[in-house]
């Protein structure tokens, strides 16, 4: 007889079949939110660990984080899930500096809202509605580049794509770098991976939960390894 098993106990036995990796920070559960694995394989078919295309080998500091644009035209970044915090989310671009502490940030777009459960659901509230003057489109030219963002109820740096401008940058942060984990962006539907399309996890805070927001970047490719 085959045994019924909750939707709440089955998501719970979903995050634990995929096993945290030796040097990984580790991924927290969602506080009263989807997990970071669940909205990955649900939405868009992705194994958390598996499907990672920058994971921690060595140390934060030596992981790839920065893009090069990938064909003709604008590159576009976009926030598709808030569920950070309520204050303003802002995010941008930026090119590296002569050093870690000094990279040249755009900005882009903000928001003001926090997606609910249900707003996953439902469709409603995503992607984020974006203020007023928002822009989710610009030409880094041939540069290298990244991409960032941050939340006004931390008067900090933010965070990054490369995590050794968090560690230089974001003194609240710096003990624990590796704030954006990078995904080939995946049609579900199909299986098929997006050419040149990537899915970023980000975390602003320090529970580590990587879902405060969850972006789209197009038209790019990541820098030393993981380009799909």
């Known amino acids: ?13 979903y995050s634990s079949v995929s096993a945290q990796t030796a040097r990984q920070p580790k991924v927290a559960p969602g506080p009263m939110e989807p997990n970071w694995d669940v909205i990955l394989k649900e939405r868009y078919g992705l194994s958390i660990f598996d499907d990672l295309l920058n994971p921690v080998k060595t140390t934060p500091e030596a992981t790839p984080g920065l893009f090069k644009k990938s ?3 604008p590159v576009t970044f976009t926030p598709v899930i808030a569920l950070g915090l ?7 671009w930026y090119t590296p ?4 502490k000094s990279p040249k940030k755009h ?3 903000a928001y003001t809202v926090r997606n609910t459960g ?3 659901q439902t469709g409603k509230n995503v992607p ?7 822009k989710t489109t610009f030409d880094p030219g041939d540069a290298q580049f990244g991409v960032w963002v941050s939340n ?11 995590p050794q401008v968090v560690a230089a940058v974001n003194q609240r942060l710096a003990k624990q770098p590796y704030k954006a984990m990078i995904y080939p962006n995946k049609d579900k539907a199909t299986g098929k991976v997006i050419p040149h399309s990537y899915l970023i996890g980000w975390e602003y805070s320090t529970n580590d939960d990587f879902q405060d927001v969850v972006c789209r970047v197009d038209n790019v490719e990541l820098v030393d390894g993981g380009a799909r």
Request: proline letters at 12%; a negative charge; glycine letters at 18%.
């Open 1 to 13: 007889m085959r045994r019924f098993i909750p939707p709440t106990v089955f998501l719970l036995l």
């Open 128 to 134: 984020p509605p974006l203020a007023d003057g928002a």
């Open 107 to 109: 900005d882009l777009w």
């Open 152 to 162: 006004d109820g931390f008067t900090d740096g933010g965070v990054y794509t490369q």
């Open 71 to 73: 064909g003709p035209g």
């Open 118 to 120: 249900d707003d996953l």
């Open 97 to 100: 500096g002569p050093d870690d």
């Open 86 to 92: 309520v204050t303003t989310t802002r995010g941008g």
